[in-house]
């Protein structure tokens, strides 16, 4: 086979396949067909085996390429071959749990996660610090759900090939084959001690801190996208000869997460698994210390929300400046998959994060999810790091949630911006809260058609509102008003958000309104739209197409949706509870049935003392306190006596 690219190049013209539709084919990933096609690489043995099969299978009318390539004569082909079909697409296959079930056994939920996070910090408890209990736990769970999901995708290529051993070749020759590739010594039932592994003598491990912390490094050089991700915490290290952290604890640690019912792999938890559980054990060992989660993540009936909102089209790029571990954006991925089943241009992903924790998981989900997307680090407020030249780039959507009310940027941060996001948009924003300078930063980010999604604190739409004189905030809400920016405002309900039990708000905001939209704002109120939960609210699947299905209907709906337009405003007011009242149902009853009601409570109470004070004379004690025995009302056998 010398001419491997034009293979490749006729195949997908004559069968109008994309590059993607091909790896699907061919069982491999998109950038191994690309470095294929661009002669920058061969496939091994088995990869060719099933590259011929395929050509083979094509039928009678490709003949000719069969033998150009592969050198056979064309009576292999029978002319009933059956003809050529695009099967669905790779992503959308359903997958064997290596466990023995199919993939739609049950994910794992929030209870369930929670539980394990709660075990695993209890078992390290003592050894170190609360808020360190994340430092230990989350890389070592990175590795679990890594080594679960290879085990997936080497049960799926043993399914393809027929058999463990030439699937496990081929992914040896071509690590592309798998999301990430994981070591032999760095695989779950190594490092849990369920298999052994027959180390080198001059490598072998002296402590089981020794052996995760080489496992966590062997997993980074197989995977430079991880280098600086998963390779950072040593295991092992000792202070004062002390280790900092016990093979003992070390042992609990592992037997808790190796539990069978805590498995990790693509299909057994939610997309951003990992994010959620830095944000549990943040929230539950660290806010102490001054961290808050609520700073990195969004509710995920939120999220899904937004992708709802959003509509994300085939192709599009779509950007979040403060992506935390990249829930937001995964989420607009898998909606555009929901919506339209078969994608043949994915979204282009990018975001931004500050903090070094998030900034990881946001980078390994994006491969775990096999999503084109790219993460950098840095604070975007001072330093954005998608430029186009000396411009910020522009985007087709942003989806974020920053830090509500930050206070951590100075006048000097809007008047010396390099971009001029802000002075141009409405003004500075004051120094008690960034929120609309995070706005004006969205919309520089937008292109001329762009649209956007943010969370932001209810205080937003309306500080200053109502005030005699100018207010900064009100000031860059009436720029955005008067620019026709405001697409819809959507309140949320109470006590959804882990760090503070206040609502919070959506802004859309878009550049290109529809015609019938122009000029005016959809206000939702859908404060009533949840179900109660420990220990948080939440908004149930049905309430998520509900709010959604209105804004984009955007025709009134009486307790719920209200179209204003922009002049009826009240002093730049962008509460959708000013607009719209809520619809959920006040009980008004007549006072007599309370009063009557009251009645039977007090008589039921009478009778249950009366019950206690015979259980308690009846054990030797006087029924009142300080050994004083009081007046209680009589049992109803004693009035009956009496």
């Avoid at 779950?188 to 491990?205: H, L, N, T």
Wanted: net charge negative; proline share 6%.
């Amino acid at each position: 086979m010398d001419d491997l690219p034009g293979l490749l190049q006729a195949i997908r013209t004559r069968l109008n396949l994309t590059q993607i539709k091909l790896a699907n084919e061919l069982n491999v990933s998109l950038p191994t067909i690309n470095r294929w096609e661009r002669g920058k690489s061969k496939p091994p043995g088995p990869a060719q085996d099933a590259l011929e099969k395929f050509v083979r299978k094509l039928g009678p009318a490709h003949h000719d390429l069969y033998e150009r390539h592969f050198g056979h004569p064309a009576i292999l082909f029978s002319e009933a071959a059956t003809p050529y079909a695009a099967p669905p697409s790779r992503r959308g296959r359903p997958r064997k749990s290596t466990q023995g079930g199919e993939s739609e056994r049950r994910q794992l939920d929030t209870k369930e996660m929670e539980s394990l996070l709660w075990r695993a910090a209890c078992s390290i408890r003592g050894e170190k610090d609360a808020p360190k209990f994340k430092d230990y736990i989350l890389p070592l769970i990175f590795i679990k759900r890594l080594s679960d999901v290879f085990d997936d995708e080497l049960a799926r290529l043993t399914e393809d090939f027929g058999d463990e051993k030439t699937a496990r070749e081929m992914v040896e020759q071509d690590h592309s084959l798998v999301r990430f590739f994981i070591p032999a010594e760095a695989r779950w039932p190594v490092i849990s001690g369920r298999e052994s592994f027959d180390w080198p003598a001059d490598r072998k491990p002296k402590t089981l801190g020794e052996q995760i912390t080489m496992a966590m490094r062997a997993v980074a050089r197989a995977n430079p996208k991880l280098v600086g991700v998963i390779d950072i915490r040593d295991y092992n290290e000792t202070r004062n000869g002390e280790r900092e952290i016990s093979d003992e604890a070390l042992r609990r640690l592992i037997n808790i997460l190796s539990d069978p019912r805590y498995r990790l792999g693509l299909n057994d938890v939610e997309p951003d698994f990992l994010g959620r559980a830095y944000e549990y054990l943040l929230r539950k060992f660290a806010e102490g210390q001054g961290q808050s989660a609520g700073e990195f993540f969004t509710p995920k009936e939120v999220g899904w929300l937004i992708a709802r909102l959003i509509e994300p089209k085939q192709g599009e790029e779509i950007y979040d400046p403060c992506c935390g571990s990249g829930g937001l954006l995964i989420k607009c991925e898998l909606e555009l998959v929901r919506r339209e089943g078969k994608v043949d241009r994915p979204l282009k992903l990018f975001g931004q994060e500050l903090t070094g924790e998030s900034f990881a998981i946001a980078r390994m989900n994006m491969v775990l999810h096999d999503m084109e997307g790219e993460i950098a680090r840095g604070n975007t407020m001072i330093s954005p790091k998608y430029l186009d030249g000396a411009r910020l780039r522009r985007f087709n959507a942003v989806v974020t949630n920053p830090m509500w009310n930050q206070k951590t940027f100075d006048q000097a941060t809007y008047e010396q911006d390099p971009f001029e996001r802000f002075g141009t948009t409405g003004g500075f924003a004051p120094p008690s809260s960034a929120d609309w300078a995070w706005l004006q930063h969205v919309v520089a980010s937008l292109n001329e058609a762009g649209r956007a999604a943010v969370v932001l604190d209810t205080g937003a739409a309306s500080r200053g509102s109502g005030n005699e004189g100018e207010n900064k905030e009100k000031v860059i809400r009436r720029w955005f008003v008067e620019q026709d920016l405001v697409e819809a405002v959507i309140l949320l309900p109470d006590n959804l958000f882990y760090n503070t039990p206040a609502a919070g708000l959506i802004l859309l905001l878009n550049r290109r309104k529809p015609k019938e939209r122009a000029g005016r704002i959809v206000f939702v109120n859908a404060s009533g739209v949840f179900e109660k939960g420990r220990p948080k609210n939440y908004i149930p699947e049905d309430g998520i197409s509900k709010i959604a299905d209105a804004v984009h209907a955007g025709n009134d709906v009486e307790g719920l949706l209200k179209s204003v337009p922009v002049g009826d405003l009240a002093d730049f007011n962008l509460s959708p509870s000013r607009y719209v009242a809520s619809a959920i149902a006040v009980e008004h009853r007549d006072i007599q049935v309370i009063l009557d009601e009251l009645a039977g409570l007090e008589s039921e109470a009478r009778r249950l003392d009366g019950d206690l004070r015979v259980i308690f004379n009846g054990l030797g004690y006087r029924w009142g306190g300080s050994g004083i025995e009081t007046k209680s009302a009589a049992t109803p056998e004693e009035e009956e006596a009496q």
